[in-house]
T-cell receptor
């Protein structure tokens, strides 16, 4: 079964350091999403890509977060500098035209900022 | 007030019981309603999807949508220990030609089925 791959699974970083997460969506999926899930809460959209273009980044804290999907395939989400409040699960998901409704999520990257 | 409200639980029931999970919402534009199951340290996986009002059944799972009350439910019959997980409701106003659009999630209900 096709999966959304994410790495690393876990990341501990000190505040003010830079951190990056990587996502490889299901092959052929044009739409890619980055969500942030704080412990005990539901996921919240950070950024949505359609191929290599950003469709929605209205909730992305652009002073410290950046996201790219240069070739319209895999994607990187970066935080610089990291803050204590960034501790969360960062989930990547993908979907495609005509696909079953709902996304396919990866297993996420659990970030702890100390 | 959040657009989607969900009782966070935790909810513990004995094996074999019927489980009822619920969400309420305030945005009348929501048309597509989904339930996701999330096991510990995993990403959410799509369990059920419904469009507009009505019921949908899949095995032991039944999803209900009442748009007039802005209320959705997920019922689990003959609950099993393997159903222990966090259940998230999610909603969207539309589905584009490119697939899904932004989903608004509830906070999730943590469910434990006791053997």
């Amino acid at each position: 079964e096709a999966e959304v791959a994410q790495s690393p699974r876990y990341k501990i970083t000190e505040k003010s350091q830079a951190v990056a997460f990587w996502c490889d969506p299901i092959s052929g999926h044009a739409t890619l999403y980055w969500y942030r899930q704080i412990l005990g809460q539901g996921p919240e959209l950070l950024v949505q890509f359609q191929d290599e273009s950003v469709v929605d980044d209205s909730q992305l804290p652009k002073d410290r977060f950046s996201a790219e999907r240069l070739k319209g395939v895999d994607s990187t989400l970066k935080i610089q500098p990291a803050e204590l409040g960034d501790s969360a699960m960062y989930l990547c998901a993908s979907s495609n035209q005509g696909a079953n409704y709902g996304y396919t999520f990866g297993s996420g990257t659990r970030l702890t900022v100390v | 007030q959040k657009e989607v409200e969900q009782d966070p639980g935790p909810l513990s029931v004995p094996e074999g019981a019927i489980v009822s999970l619920n969400c309420t919402y305030s945005n009348s534009a929501f048309q597509y309603f989904m339930w996701y199951r999330q096991y510990s340290r995993k990403g959410p996986e799509l369990l059920m999807y419904t469009y507009s009002s009505g019921n949908k059944e899949d095995g032991r799972f039944t999803a209900q949508v009442d748009k007039s009350s802005k209320y959705i439910s997920l019922f689990i019959r003959d609950s099993q220990p393997s159903d222990s997980a966090t259940y998230l409701c999610a909603m969207s106003p539309f589905i584009s030609n490119f697939g899904n659009e932004k989903l608004t999630f509830g906070t999730g209900t943590r469910l434990t089925i006791i053997p």
